[in-house]
């Protein structure tokens, strides 16, 4: 059974950073690509950031240069770290992966106020 849990957001001021963690469990984590996207009120899901079984990272031009994803393999956690945050990066923000279907977190809240 796969699944994956985010934790991590929370009420920020502009300017600010925050740390989201995925947990997964039930995939083969070395081999998995991950994916982090996001959703704001009214908006369509979009894809935030993407981190191979390798390591190689591609991120949505609205981040680039203020987040970072990363994985720590033992620990089978995907990390986005987001700096210099922006209101408009206000959404739920839920972890992804591909197997036989998607698979996908709960997500969690992140709040920008200005």
């Known amino acids: 059974q796969v699944q994956l849990v985010e934790s991590g957001g929370g009420l920020v001021q502009a300017g600010g950073s925050l740390r989201l963690s995925c947990a997964a469990s039930?995939?083969?984590?070395?081999?998995?690509?991950m994916d982090w996207y996001r959703q704001a009120p009214g908006k369509q899901r979009e894809l935030v950031a993407v981190i191979t079984g390798g390591g190689s990272a591609n991120y949505a031009d609205f981040v680039k240069g203020r987040f970072t994803i990363s994985r720590d393999y033992g620990k089978k956690t995907v990390y986005l770290q987001m700096n210099s945050l922006k209101p408009e990066d206000t959404a739920v923000y839920y972890c992804?992966?591909?197997?036989?279907?998607?698979?996908w977190g709960q997500g969690t809240q992140v709040t920008v106020s200005s």
């Open positions: 992804h992966t591909r197997g036989v279907t998607n698979y």
């Open positions: 039930g995939i083969i984590f070395s081999l998995n690509v």
